[in-house]
């Protein structure tokens, strides 16, 4: 099972070997349009979608094209998948199962609201928000609501999930966490604007960023804060939390790495651009892309730069870092497989 960030926790933490050193564009394939989704791997199949509609599976040695399918309406979010299914939402409101062998359309739920947060998987139920403030529990077998619960503004953060609890930010500027099996509210924690960054929840903690420019670390349990850091600009990227250490980007253009006990500013390392891109990190090594078109491999404990690659477009999707290769959409509309 693989979906946005990785986890259900969205640790943003791939278990894979790092590429430490860049040699070779393996492929590129042409998604036809922006890639703003994260391309996912999964048993040696490469998922990639583009703002046109379009999903493609495609064998991740060569790039070739193994099934297409297409959505009513435009793909900002990344799908989530399962040993049999390919759970994808459009920018219509429309939530799809697929069949991951032939990509045809299992079943079929109309959310009546753009969609942009993507899917999360946990005990065969779907969980994703829509901008119109419902935030939807679905059986992933058949696409039957089990709940709906109701905020008080749009959502466009992919929840996170853990145990009994779901975690997700809202344009209200509020985080919410709420009852998985009941879909009851247990609190929320309020920030200065909106919070599109999708939270990261282990270690009894949960770490998101607001547009208020500030990166929080609450507990998990209460929702009382445990500490903040102060960027000065919009956080859009997602936090990735591995070894006691947070990783993220602010439109100041900078990528941070924090303690993840204090808040402590470990390291920082400035680009020339805004970053929206939400960090992976693989055994050492973070991955993250910027505006600027650059995908960025830095060493994880001291944010020493190992390699980039610069694509034909702003980056704001994830990468994916699978079987020796990093994969990277862009907005030049291609999918990269760099090795």
Request: charged content about 20%; glycine content about 12%; aromatic content about 16%.
């Amino acid at each position: 099972m693989v979906m946005y960030r990785g986890n259900p926790e969205h640790t943003g933490v791939i278990a894979a070997s790092p590429v430490k050193s860049f040699r070779t564009v393996e492929w590129k394939f042409r998604v036809g349009n922006w890639v703003f989704a994260s391309p996912l791997a999964f048993n040696d199949v490469v998922y990639v979608a583009g703002l046109n509609g379009y999903l493609f599976a495609l064998n991740y040695q060569t790039g070739e094209p193994i099934w297409r399918f297409r959505a009513e309406g435009n793909i900002f979010s990344t799908p989530a998948i399962s040993e049999k299914q390919v759970i994808l939402a459009d920018g219509k409101g429309n939530i799809y199962g697929l069949d991951i062998v032939t990509g045809k359309r299992l079943w079929h739920y109309g959310a009546g609201s753009r969609i942009v947060a993507s899917p999360a998987l946990y005990d065969d139920r779907v969980y994703l928000g829509a901008v119109n403030g419902n935030f939807y529990a679905l059986k992933a077998a058949s696409g039957q609501v089990d709940w709906t619960f109701k905020a008080e503004n749009g959502i466009s953060s992919s929840a996170a999930v853990q145990g009994n609890t779901i975690y997700f930010g809202s344009w209200d500027g509020k985080l919410y966490a709420i009852d998985r099996k009941k879909g009851k509210l247990k609190w929320t924690f309020a920030t200065e604007n909106w919070i599109i960054s999708s939270p990261t929840v282990i270690n009894k903690t949960v770490y998101f960023g607001s547009l208020d420019g500030r990166f929080y670390a609450v507990r998990a349990d209460k929702g009382q804060k445990v500490w903040e850091f102060d960027t000065g600009e919009q956080i859009r990227s997602s936090p990735a939390v591995a070894k006691d250490m947070v990783y993220f980007g602010s439109l100041n253009g900078i990528f941070y790495a924090l303690d993840a006990r204090s808040g402590q500013e470990i390291w920082r390392f400035p680009t020339d651009d805004q970053i929206d891109s939400s960090p992976v990190v693989v055994n050492g090594v973070v991955y993250f892309g910027g505006v600027n078109g650059v995908l960025y491999a830095l060493e994880a404990h001291t944010g020493k730069l190992l390699w980039q690659f610069e694509t034909g477009g702003r980056i704001y999707a994830s990468p994916m870092v699978y079987r020796g290769m990093v994969f990277v959409g862009s907005r030049d509309g291609y999918l990269y497989a760099l090795r």
